[in-house]
């Protein structure tokens, strides 16, 4: 299954079958466009003429059904053929319209009458709407539309997820840097322990015996040795970039998994530069929290 990204783009248009008895002028072209982000949750938002507010719940239940996060927004316009002739209303609508006037001037006697615009727009392809099925139009274009716009997802999500991949090998080879520097410096640490309490037996003139001198000095070595132990913090980091790269290669929706293993990741990489005790491990450590954020910065946008 692919990594899907939640930014995409996609765009489709129908022009709708109609009836054997529309009017020619009722010949119109549905565009619809689909944008998406990030989000935490599916957040739609949909623009629709007021032909098609109508199929607004299907076309919900539709996007619901085939995405899964981010913020969507749909938009849709119907474009009506320019080059048809301008419509030649019925006397029938032509008299229908001039009572309805008559009535609102009865009621509303400042109110205007209508000009040829007004007649020819009321009479015009809006009126003749009722000769297109809609609702498979819309269903067939948001199919055209979503199947699009998860393509353009499964690409820009594939481009991601080779970028986390790339991460996740520089992670490992810092990791395997760090693993030895800690028992160089317990050991280095624990010699200094050594001279340091050798001195102290030299100045105190044979009063404190060699044996305790040298367990106590041992002592604060192994004291030492705990402190900056970082062994554990990069076993669980290593268990953490296993279990990226799993996901990553199972694909679907891992988004959210991936967020907080990334915060776990960034976890590991304080706490092993709160404990470091060399200016190297210290590099390392902040060389990690960089990827890490890189990292982070991309997650954001898996779905």
């Not at 209508?114 to 948001?142: C, F, H, K, M, Y």
């Not at 929706?253 to 990334?262: A, M, Y």
């Not at 092993?272 to 990827?291: C, P, Q, R």
């Amino acid at each position: 299954m692919p990594v899907y990204s939640m930014t995409g783009y996609a765009s489709a248009q129908l022009t709708p079958a109609t009836s054997q008895a529309a009017d020619a002028a009722a010949t119109a072209r549905v565009g619809l466009e689909i944008r998406s982000v990030n989000s935490r949750f599916l957040d739609l938002t949909l623009r629709l003429p007021d032909e098609l507010r109508a199929q607004e719940p299907a076309l919900r239940a539709l996007l619901t059904q085939r995405l899964k996060r981010g913020k969507v927004e749909v938009r849709a316009a119907i474009e009506h053929d320019a080059s048809t002739q301008l419509p030649c209303p019925e006397p029938a609508l032509l008299q229908r319209i001039g009572m309805v006037q008559e009535q609102v001037q009865a009621w509303l006697p400042d109110a205007k009458g209508l000009s040829v615009a007004d007649v020819l727009r009321l009479s015009g392809p809006g009126n003749a709407s009722g000769a297109i099925d809609w609702q498979s139009t819309v269903t067939e274009l948001a199919e055209q539309a979503i199947t699009a716009l998860l393509d353009a997802r499964a690409r820009e999500g594939k481009r991601l997820a080779q970028m986390l991949l790339e991460r996740l090998q520089q992670l490992r080879a810092l990791a395997k840097q760090a693993e030895p520097l800690v028992p160089q410096l317990v050991e280095q640490q624990r010699q200094r322990f050594l001279e340091r309490w050798q001195e102290a037996m030299g100045l105190a003139e044979g009063q404190v015996p060699p044996e305790a001198a040298q367990e106590r000095a041992l002592s604060e070595a192994t004291a030492f040795a705990i402190r900056i132990d970082v062994a554990e913090e990069i076993t669980r980091l290593g268990a953490h970039l296993d279990e990226i790269e799993r996901l990553l290669k199972k694909g679907g929706e891992i988004g959210k998994r991936l967020d907080f293993l990334i915060q776990e990741l960034h976890r590991e990489a304080n706490t092993l530069g709160s404990k470091s005790a060399t200016l190297e491990l210290t590099h390392i450590s902040v060389d990690m929290k960089v990827l890490i954020e890189q990292m982070r910065e991309q997650v954001q946008n898996i779905e």
